[in-house]
């Protein structure tokens, strides 16, 4: 991997001559080469096949020119890895046949050792290898879902607004949250030492649901099993989540993080003077605006571009992921503006 591909330049905090650009979910159902290929195909299925996950991953990349591809996968995957029973249901979500809430739960858990990840990751390391073969100098990232976000469908089962009883939890019974979510760190550890090793150049943690968090609950709850996630790896990591805003500093896991990400709620000329001059910023375009007139979002884009300058570096991308009735063109588009072509 070229060490100066824009991504890799910006995560280390220098400033390519355009901004790198790549989108959250672009790799799935906008595209219709991906509706073609996954036609009677599971989804955590697609992300155990080797040659089905590899080809999901290049397509945005040959489509958009993006400088990056994102791993086709699912954060649910290691848990399906370790032994754990999920489904995930069209419409719907991940959905777990045995939901989390009690020490006993917990118990049961955690007893897997987080080691059988790596043993069994054999499709997904077979899968990195072929994209990173096909991108050449262009980076691949790969990533893993952060302990909260994992625990909040493991303790609801399934999707939730507000994951009340994963809150619940954490302040009923502390020790029983802290057994659990020490264990998905140590999941989501292996499953991105399983994709680095594989030659992925990057990785991102997300944190989907850490916006339903106070902040002092984030802190005292969460930010410690993040950080496990994210430590000991030996190339750039970025950390996402959203709503994050009132702690957004506290994304930075204490400077672990080489970039984070911010969704659409807050300038990126604000986020810039919150983290400091030492992280770099991805973001913010938001996603809703991709159904706007092309006058309207080419304003957006330009405006986010022109906050992003507050950065020490900026990575250009959406708030949060591409939505399924996203029109690719408008995508590809987008990218042309972010390198100057438009």
């Avoid at 991105?192 to 150049?201: C, D, F, N, R, W």
Wanted: hydrophobic share 45%; glycine share 10%; charged share 20%.
């Amino acid at each position: 991997m070229a060490h100066d591909a824009p991504l890799l330049a910006a995560l280390n905090g220098d400033r390519p001559d355009t901004a790198p650009i790549w989108f959250m979910r672009q790799a799935g159902r906008s595209l219709p080469e991906y509706r073609e290929l996954r036609v009677g195909t599971r989804m955590l299925d697609a992300c155990l096949t080797p040659d089905l996950a590899a080809e999901i991953t290049l397509q945005p990349v040959r489509r958009h020119g993006v400088d990056a591809g994102i791993f086709f996968s699912d954060i649910v995957v290691p848990l399906r890895l370790a032994g754990v029973e999920v489904e995930i249901e069209p419409g719907r979500g991940p959905v777990f046949a045995s939901p989390v809430r009690t020490p006993a739960d917990v118990e049961k858990l955690t007893s897997i050792d987080p080691d059988v990840v790596a043993e069994h990751a054999g499709p997904i390391r077979d899968a990195v290898a072929a994209v990173v073969a096909e991108l050449g100098d262009v980076p691949l990232i790969g990533f893993a879902g952060a302990p909260f976000t994992l625990a909040a469908y493991l303790v609801e089962g399934g999707p939730s607004k507000e994951h009340l009883r994963a809150r619940a939890m954490m302040a009923g019974d502390p020790a029983s949250w802290h057994k659990l979510a020490g264990w998905l760190a140590r999941v989501s550890h292996a499953f991105l030492e399983a994709q680095i090793g594989a030659g992925a150049s990057a990785v991102q943690l997300f944190d989907s649901w850490a916006g339903s968090l106070s902040p002092d609950f984030y802190r005292e709850y969460i930010q410690p099993h993040s950080t496990t996630a994210l430590a000991g790896h030996d190339v750039p990591v970025i950390h996402f989540g959203v709503g994050t805003g009132p702690f957004l500093a506290d994304m930075r896991l204490g400077g672990l993080a080489d970039a984070v990400g911010v969704d659409w709620r807050l300038p990126l000329d604000e986020a810039a003077a919150i983290v400091g001059g030492d992280t770099t910023l991805q973001g913010n375009i938001d996603p809703a605006m991709l159904q706007a007139p092309w006058e309207i979002l080419e304003a957006h884009v330009r405006d986010v571009l022109r906050r992003g300058e507050a950065a020490r570096a900026h990575i250009v991308n959406l708030g949060h992921g591409v939505p399924p009735d996203t029109d690719p063109a408008v995508l590809t588009r987008i990218v042309d503006l972010a390198h100057g072509a438009e």
